[in-house]
């Protein structure tokens, strides 16, 4: 087997033998360009952290893998950007994620989560992720970022296209960024004519009383990425969370009896089955040396988050999902000025939907013993998760039905 190919089918498994025999290795990247792909923990977080490695894709050689290909009107976002400009941009939007802000979340979250398990009802089948994984993080950060019911979409089947690309449909991802594109241009006009309490209407007004903090291009990139990473990030790491439980119910069962773990558990899940598999490229701004090898300036640096968190002079027994473990130093959402700007509401989203579930229904079990995982050498996330299961009592509606009935519309 090709180690594209393994990475994808098998990640771990390449991970490990990549860490044990070469940490640093120059492999081909998700687009087929070269790049060099880093594995051990010490050297993922000190290259997470390292000022030389650079976001901006101005900083790549001819021919070095830059990652997706997107217009001026999305490209223009922190995924993009080195200080200062990241640091003025992330300043603009950092307030709506802070942990005081998340905390005042919790409530329409859970309430959010119960509206979607009451349109299960109390048994029955169901792929959990359609069904609840999807929209639960949807729902919140289209509430967040102030899109209205009417533009809410299928945001999840753009993103699909540009994750994990269907080789049989070369045309696919360059309509899903036409649409996204057009989405997008279409709900800053409609916020500008109708705007509101919420971060969109905010930053707009930012954008047009002071063009110099924020340009249209970022406007418009800043909630494309907010809205895209704001749910597809928390979508994976739902669903993984969900079904690495079923796959140890032992765990399962613990939490049952003490709900009060499962703040250490999301820690874990996300460490033991993390929604990346890598960080985003990054670009030598002069040569680097990483365990020895050096990397030319302006080659692409591929950062193995997934291969990071499973390495065993960092986290023994990586392969053992335990709760107790110290998981301080997980790499999941990433690591210094980069840090997944959403990471508070992701662990609390996360949270609540495990502790909902778990309340609501006394019997959750698999109904296909081998999931379907994305092929996509840069998420790690179901394509469906079958499940069959049951409530101890009957459901009792916390919202209004119209409310539920909007909340639970399938996304994919």
Request: hydrophobic share 40%; proline share 8%; glycine share 6%.
């Amino acid at each position: 087997m090709d180690l594209q190919g393994e990475l994808v089918t098998h990640p771990y498994a390449a991970y490990q033998r990549l860490r044990d025999a070469a940490p640093v290795q120059r492999i081909a990247g998700p687009g087929g360009e070269p790049a060099w792909l880093v594995t051990r923990y010490d050297d993922v977080r000190s290259a997470l952290a390292d000022p030389r490695l650079s976001l901006n894709k101005a900083n790549a050689v001819e021919g070095a893998y830059r990652g997706l290909s997107l217009p001026p009107a999305l490209d223009a976002n922190l995924l993009n950007m080195d200080p200062p400009d990241h640091t003025r941009l992330r300043k603009l939007v950092g307030r709506a994620f802070t942990p005081r802000r998340v905390e005042e979340l919790r409530t329409p979250i859970r309430r959010t989560a119960d509206d979607l398990l009451d349109a299960l009802g109390t048994h029955g089948r169901t792929d959990l992720i359609a069904a609840y994984a999807a929209p639960l993080p949807i729902t919140v950060i289209c509430d967040l970022l102030g899109v209205p019911d009417g533009h809410r979409t299928d945001f999840r089947g753009w993103t699909n296209e540009l994750i994990a690309p269907d080789p049989s449909r070369p045309q696919a991802a360059k309509q899903a960024i036409g649409a996204m594109l057009a989405f997008f241009t279409e709900l800053i006009a409609h916020k500008r004519r109708h705007p509101a309490d919420d971060l969109l209407s905010d930053l707009i007004t930012v954008r047009d009383t002071d063009g110099d903090r924020l340009g249209e291009d970022e406007l418009t990139s800043l909630a494309f990425l907010i809205l895209g990473a704001g749910y597809e990030n928390t979508v994976q790491l739902i669903g993984n969370a969900v079904h690495a439980l079923l796959t140890h119910p032992e765990l399962l069962a613990r939490l049952r009896l003490d709900p009060s773990k499962l703040p250490d558990a999301v820690e874990e899940l996300a460490r033991y089955e993390g929604p990346a598999l890598l960080s985003i490229r990054r670009f030598p701004t002069e040569d680097v040396t990483i365990s020895g090898v050096t990397i030319p300036a302006g080659e692409t640096v591929l950062l193995s988050l997934s291969a990071a968190n499973r390495d065993p002079a960092r986290f023994p027994h990586p392969e053992q999902l335990d709760v107790d473990r110290d998981t301080s130093g997980h790499l999941a959402l990433g690591y210094g000025i980069h840090y997944c700007l959403g990471a508070p509401l992701a662990r609390a989203e996360t949270e609540i939907a495990l502790a909902a579930l778990l309340e609501r229904f006394s019997s959750l079990a698999l109904t296909e013993t081998e999931p379907q995982w994305r092929t996509s050498l840069r998420a790690r996330g179901l394509v469906a998760l079958p499940v069959e299961y049951k409530s101890a009592v009957p459901a009792v509606p916390a919202v209004p039905a119209v409310r539920a009935a909007r909340a639970a519309r399938p996304l994919a």
